[in-house]
C-alpha cells in the first residue's frame, strides 16, 4: 500500500520548535518531489515548502521563508519540516505530499497541490502560549 505518514506535531509555545516527519512506505521518494503544505480552520490549503527528488532544490513561502527547512532523506524514505521561530499564526494541520517526477511536467519542484499523486494524514500543529 502505498502511504505518507506524518508526525511530530504538537502544541508548543510561540517562538519555539518542532520537526516535523513524513515516512513513505510502499514507493521511493527517490524519484518523487515533495512538498508540505497546511491548513488552518476557515483557510485555504496553502503550499509552505517543496523540495526536488534529490531535495537539492527547495522553495519557501515567503511566510516561513528563513524560519522553516525541508529537507529529504533518501534512505529513510524520509521527508522532514524543521519548523524555528514559530508563531501563532503557523498553527494548521500541516500535510506533506509526493509527486513523481514525470508527472512535474519538467519543473523539479511545485507548489501546486493539484499536482501531487499522494498525500499524508496530517499532523496538528498548534502555536499557543
Known amino acids: 500500500q502505498l502511504q505518507l505518514v506524518e508526525s511530530g506535531g504538537g502544541l508548543v509555545q510561540p517562538g519555539g520548535s518542532l520537526r516535523l516527519s513524513c515516512v513513505a512506505s510502499?514507493?521511493?521518494?527517490?524519484?518523487?518531489?515533495i512538498g508540505w503544505f497546511r491548513q488552518a480552520p476557515g483557510k485555504e490549503r496553502e503550499a509552505v515548502s517543496c523540495?526536488?527528488?534529490?531535495?537539492?532544490?527547495?522553495n519557501y513561502a515567503d511566510s516561513v521563508k528563513g524560519r522553516f527547512t525541508i529537507s529529504k532523506d533518501n534512505a529513510k524514505n524520509t521527508v522532514y519540516l524543521q519548523m524555528n521561530s514559530l508563531k501563532p499564526e503557523d498553527t494548521a494541520v500541516y500535510y506533506c505530499a509526493a509527486v513523481a517526477n514525470w508527472n512535474l511536467g519538467g519543473q523539479i519542484w511545485t507548489m501546486s497541490a493539484d499536482k501531487y499523486d499522494y498525500w499524508g494524514q496530517g499532523t496538528q500543529v498548534t502555536v499557543a502560549s
Open positions: 523540495a526536488s527528488s534529490s531535495g537539492d532544490n527547495t
Open positions: 510502499g514507493f521511493s521518494l527517490d524519484f518523487y518531489a
